[in-house]
Each structure stands twice: as C-alpha cells, then as structure tokens.
C-alpha cells in the first residue's frame, strides 16, 4: 500500500485543523479491507475509513451516524454492524464507509467548540468525508461519484442536517427511526422532544409493571390487538399519551426490554431540570399535576437512598470480567464496550 499524503488537502471549514492519519493497515476481518484512522489538528474530531479491494468498488461513498450523542468513529462499522449491516453491507453496495465521531470523544464537548451545535450535527462530518474524497482519490484513482448519508435514533437527527448544511459532501440522506422534531433552515436550538419522549415510554414502564407483557401479547402478531385490556384508567391514560407523542404500535416489546433509550434519558435530566425548572417544583405543588393530585400513584417508586459506592466498573472490564459474560449481560456490555 502507498502511503497517503495529506500535505496537499486544504480544508474547507477552517474551524478545522490539518488532517493527520495515525493507522492505515490492511485488515482481513470481518472482511478484507484498509482501514485508516485519523483526525484534525486542534480539534476532537476523528474519522475512521474503511475501503474495500478495488474490484469491489463501485464509485460510493456511505456514511452511517451514530446514534444518541455520538462520540466514537467505530461505532457503526464495528460493535454495533449488525444493526446497520456492517462493512459487508457498504462493500456490497460498491461503496467505502466513513465514521466520524461527530467533533467530540465520548459525551464530552471538544473545549475548542464548546457547545457549539454546528460542529457536532454536521461540520465534523462534512469534513471527515471532504477529507475522505481526498484518499479516496489515492487509494483508487477518483474521488466517489455519490455521496450518501444515514443514521438511526440521533444519527436520524443528524443526517437531514448533514445534507441541509452541506449538500455539496452528500447526495442523499435517510434519517430512520428518528424521535424529534426536525427544525427550520437556521434554527440551531438544542433537540426538542427526544427526551419527552423516552420519559413517556418509562413512565408506562413503570405504571404497567408486569401488565407490560400482557400488552405485548396483545400487540403481537395472533393478538387481540386492543392495548388497553386490564389497564385501570391512570394506565390507559399514560399509554394513550404515549401512542399520541408517535409511539409506532407492535414495538410494544421495546418498553418491556429498553437498551440505551434510559442512558439518553439520563444523561439529559439534569439539562431539563435547569431549562424547565418550574415543571419539577408544580409536579409535586399543583393540582393539574400527577405528584399533586396522585401521590398514591408514585409513592412506591421514589427513591431515598443513601449508600456507599463499593467500586467502579470500566468498559474494559465489562468486557473481560467473567462475572459480566452471560447472555443477560449482553445490551450493557455491547453499549459500554463501543470504541
């Protein structure tokens, strides 16, 4: 393999520095492939690309999004590739994958944007996959002819944005299984809804206990289809709320076995507590409100506790730790082991 020389790209968004690469080798697993890792100088973003043999090019560029706040450049082509159907699914398609991890590493801002809602929906990626026309055009004599965009959950956020803002990097986009509104050419307010959403589908978790499974059944192919059996009138309600906000019927199952959908609500709690601090002081001092008018309705589910923190547990113990290798294990393992 030759090496790539990136002296001659000149960015287009300055905000970013010079590309630098720090890996480029040739993987056989999980299928043939070159894989080059790199970043910005200056900046927290990375970028991860990975082309195919050149008989299996076709002139392609697709670029998967990670979901929930992003973060990592390995995501959709490695832990989680068999939600968006991996390397083999791109090389198929006659395309190479970029990753970004969107201009920041885990959950924290890059200090040099700050909270900068530009450079995490779309500028990071606008650049990673300008820089990848770049090697592409190394690596197989061309740049790609078309430029494609997606994502799930927050990449569905993103994705819209990405070919809004820069639609001379992309072609198309498909933003799937989104749960926000998508705002106006301009508006740069935080994600709206998202975290409503998710505190809908929890609180019926709550109310239906082990009713949820009857729900299921009822939802579920050869079922009765009426979701609301066996529900007192509090649990109808919730439910009822929760299929008005967009809740799809026959997912039901998903409220019963929840993934990353709590991180992302808890990781936004203490954002909506200090923008709508009024909310949580009326929930428990206003008729109109559950806490208020229903108390009865909640009281078994506060929690008081103080406790002593015994140890901490890291992602790479998750991994290896035998304690953490049975199959109930599983979603919390794959969520925190995603590099």
């Given at each position: 393999m030759e090496k790539i020389n990136c002296s001659s790209y000149e960015v287009t968004d300055d905000y970013f520095g010079a590309p630098y690469i720090d890996v480029d080798v040739w993987n056989d697993t999980p299928t043939p492939h070159r894989y080059i890792h790199g970043g910005f100088e200056g900046t927290d973003t990375r970028f991860a690309y990975y082309?195919?043999?050149?008989?299996?090019?076709?002139?392609r560029l697709f670029q998967p999004l990670e979901g929930a706040n992003a973060g990592h450049e390995n995501a959709n082509m490695g832990t989680l590739g068999f939600v968006t159907g991996g390397l083999e699914m791109v090389f198929r398609l006659g395309g190479y994958a970029v990753e970004s991890n969107m201009g920041h590493i885990g959950d924290v801002m890059d200090p040099k944007a700050g909270p900068d809602p530009?450079?995490?929906?779309?500028?990071?990626?606008?650049?990673?996959?300008r820089f990848s026309k770049y090697v592409?055009?190394?690596?197989?004599?061309?740049?790609?002819?078309?430029?494609?965009?997606?994502?799930?959950?927050?990449?569905?956020?993103r994705s819209p944005l990405c070919l809004a803002y820069a639609p001379e990097v992309w072609d198309a986009a498909l933003p799937y299984m989104g749960?926000?509104?998508?705002?106006?050419?301009?508006?740069?307010?935080?994600?709206?809804?998202?975290?409503?959403?998710?505190?809908?589908?929890?609180?019926?978790?709550?109310?239906?206990?082990?009713?949820?499974?009857?729900?299921?059944?009822?939802?579920?192919?050869?079922g009765s289809g009426n979701p609301f059996a066996g529900l007192n009138t509090y649990q109808r309600e919730e439910l009822a709320t929760l299929?008005?906000?967009?809740?799809?019927?026959?997912?039901e199952?998903?409220?019963?076995?929840?993934?990353?959908?709590?991180?992302?609500?808890?990781?936004?709690?203490?954002?909506?507590?200090?923008?709508?601090?009024?909310?949580?002081?009326?929930?428990?001092?206003?008729?109109?409100?559950v806490g208020y008018d229903q108390p009865e309705a909640i009281g078994h589910d506060i929690l008081n506790v103080r406790t002593t923190v015994k140890r901490t547990l890291l992602a790479r113990e998750m991994a290896s730790n035998p304690e953490f290798?049975?199959?109930?294990?599983?979603?919390?393992?794959?969520?925190?082991?995603?590099?």
């Open positions: 082309f195919p043999p050149h008989a299996r090019y076709e002139n530009t450079i995490y929906g779309w500028r990071a990626a606008a650049e990673s996959a592409a055009t190394q690596v197989f004599g061309s740049s790609p002819k078309y430029s494609y965009v997606f994502g799930g959950s927050g990449g569905a956020r749960d926000s509104i998508d705002s106006d050419y301009g508006d740069m307010n935080l994600v709206r809804n998202g975290a409503g959403n998710f505190s809908s589908m929890f609180n019926v978790q709550r109310l239906l206990g082990t009713k949820i499974y009857d729900l299921v059944d009822a939802m579920s192919p050869g299929y008005r906000i967009g809740y799809p019927r026959g997912d199952f998903m409220i019963a076995q929840p993934m990353g959908q709590i991180w992302l609500w808890s990781s936004m709690a203490e954002r909506l507590q200090k923008e709508d601090a009024a909310y949580f002081e009326a929930f428990w001092s206003k008729p109109g409100y290798q049975e199959p109930e294990y599983d979603q919390i393992r794959n969520l925190g082991t995603v590099n």
